[in-house]
């Protein structure tokens, strides 16, 4: 991402979403080629826009000795390739418990403004537990990448933003894949490991598939990460696997881990339809 106000960076076309000075309560967006949604690219996928509404939420707990432990995205329509409007707030207030929402809007074909995606965060103080910290999970160490990394090999925008290394696996195991981006999230900011991580967490639904996209369209409704301690670094792996119901709806779920170990879960929602 690059804001409006500085010199264009040479990666702005690979860049997930370049930023523009703030309409009043809300800042603007411009949506780059790096947002393009691997099913269609004239929407985004949907972790450039987590990424950036964490951001937002992040800057508004600020020395608020509050964590995110919680983030849910709600995809409430097609976010498309361009020009969108960012806010966030305090939707109860705490100084222990606390819920921030943000909200992006884009353009109606008329001009008027939609609400496309909306983030939901749970933060919670935070306190000394490190006598009774424990890990679900043992470390997951990184191996040797499959050939192919995915199932949308040569699709252009957001895929192209992000190193994704998918492991070797027993048939009947879940999915595994490392994910790293490649790009910052808003122009050369370095962004932090929890904005880091949003930025590949939507791809659980792509890492843990098995059904063909030639054949299926999978697509989540939204993307809930619950975190029992904040990510490290740049490297995160999915552990993610879809179960389907008989009528076209289902679930991925996946174990979130850095290189220092197990951090926490990811769920989506899913639409199951078959290609005509």
């Known amino acids: 991402m690059t804001r409006c106000c500085t010199p264009r960076s040479p990666l702005r076309d690979r860049l997930p979403l370049p ?6 309560e809300f800042q603007l967006f411009e949506s780059t080629d790096g947002t393009r949604s691997n099913w269609d690219p004239e929407i985004q996928h949907g972790s450039p826009p987590l990424a950036l509404m964490t951001k937002l939420i992040e800057e508004l707990a600020a020395d608020s000795g509050l964590r995110v432990g919680r983030l849910t995205l709600d995809i409430l329509g097609p976010i498309p390739v361009t020009l969108v409007r960012v806010r966030a707030w305090v939707e109860r207030p ?3 418990i606390a819920m921030m929402v943000a909200e992006m809007s884009a353009p109606r074909p008329d001009g008027t403004q939609r609400a496309v995606a909306r983030v939901t965060a749970w933060l919670l103080a935070t306190s000394d537990t490190a006598d009774a910290a424990t890990d679900r999970f ?3 160490v990184e ?3 499959a050939t192919v990394p995915h199932s949308w090999v040569g699709a252009k925008g957001y895929l192209e933003t992000v190193s994704w290394r998918k492991q070797h696996t027993v048939d009947g195991e879940s999915n595994v894949a490392w994910l790293s981006p490649l790009v910052p999230l808003v ?3 370095a962004p932090t490991d929890l904005q880091r991580l949003a930025m590949v967490a939507d791809s659980s639904n792509g890492v843990g598939m098995a059904l063909d996209p030639e054949q299926f369209v999978f697509m989540n409704t939204d993307t809930a990460v619950h975190l029992h301690r904040l990510p490290s670094g740049n490297d995160f792996a999915l552990r993610a696997r879809a179960s389907f119901g008989p009528d076209g709806i289902g679930v991925t779920t996946a174990e979130v881990f850095d290189r220092q170990g197990f951090i926490g879960v990811v769920a989506q929602t899913l639409l199951l339809q078959r290609r005509t």
């Open 138 to 140: 043992p470390l997951l």
């Open 94 to 96: 705490g100084s222990r």
């Open 19 to 24: 930023s523009a000075p703030a309409d009043g």
């Open 187 to 189: 122009d050369s900011e």
């Open 143 to 145: 191996g040797e990448a």
